[in-house]
């Protein structure tokens, strides 16, 4: 196995396994295996923005999961709350997005 298969195969396997660090939620109607880290956005929100209101919720998911890069402003339903894209970044195997939840 090359190194961006090994890498993709642990991202499955050890990352977003149910029984290691990920739980199930629903994106856009999908149950999708994904990594909640709030202590990351809190550190991002003091370093990146200077302390500025940046997010609700930030989580880590397989690249796979998704047909096309989410993009900044796009609607997501999370849980069956809507929710605009304020960041993505992309590593070789995951996105790691931050939603705002949409306010009435």
Do not use: W
Not at 7 to 26: G, K, M, P, R, W
Not at 31 to 60: A, C, M, Q, S, V
Not at 69 to 97: A, L
């Amino acid at each position: 196995m090359i190194f961006k298969e090994q890498l993709a195969h642990d991202t499955e396997t050890i990352f977003l396994n149910n029984n290691e660090f990920s739980e199930v939620h629903i994106i856009d109607g999908v149950p999708t295996n994904i990594i909640i880290d709030n202590d990351e956005l809190k550190k991002r929100t003091k370093n990146e923005y200077n302390g500025i209101y940046f997010g609700d919720l930030l989580y880590f998911v397989d690249k796979r999961h998704f047909a096309k890069e989410p993009k900044i402003g796009e609607t997501q339903i999370f849980d069956k709350r809507p929710c605009t894209v304020t960041d993505v970044k992309k590593s070789s195997t995951m996105y790691e997005i931050v939603l705002e939840y949409v306010r009435n």
